[in-house]
């Protein structure tokens, strides 16, 4: 049975879609609450490395910046990033595909 209403809700891919199609209608809002812990996990670990890539490290080579200035804006990035990696993995490794 394709749920359409729960399915239109979901802004995801093709691949996606085709599997919520599988499910009934109370799995699919299951998987849609899973997929979206899931690609918001991803989405902040992308989000984390590019202040890390784009703003900290630039500010740490800059020898205008202190240190403690750019410790103090970005005080555990880097525990983040892991963090949140780790959140998405056990996140994928619950998937009932």
């Not at 729960?6 to 891919?13: D, E, K, L, Q, V």
């Not at 997929?35 to 989405?43: A, M, R, S």
């Not at 500010?59 to 970005?74: C, G, Q, R, S």
């Amino acid at each position: 049975m394709c749920c359409q209403l729960i399915t239109t809700a979901c802004y995801y891919t093709i691949w996606t879609l085709f599997i919520l199609q599988e499910y009934q209608q109370l799995e699919c809002a299951l998987m849609c609450i899973y997929l979206e812990l899931f690609y918001t996990e991803l989405t902040h670990v992308r989000n984390l490395k590019v202040m890390k890539h784009v703003f900290c490290q630039p500010m740490k080579e800059d020898p205008a910046i202190p240190d403690d200035f750019v410790t103090l804006l970005f005080p555990n990035i880097d525990d983040m990033i892991e963090l949140h990696g780790k959140s998405a993995a056990v996140v994928y490794s619950c998937n009932h595909f």
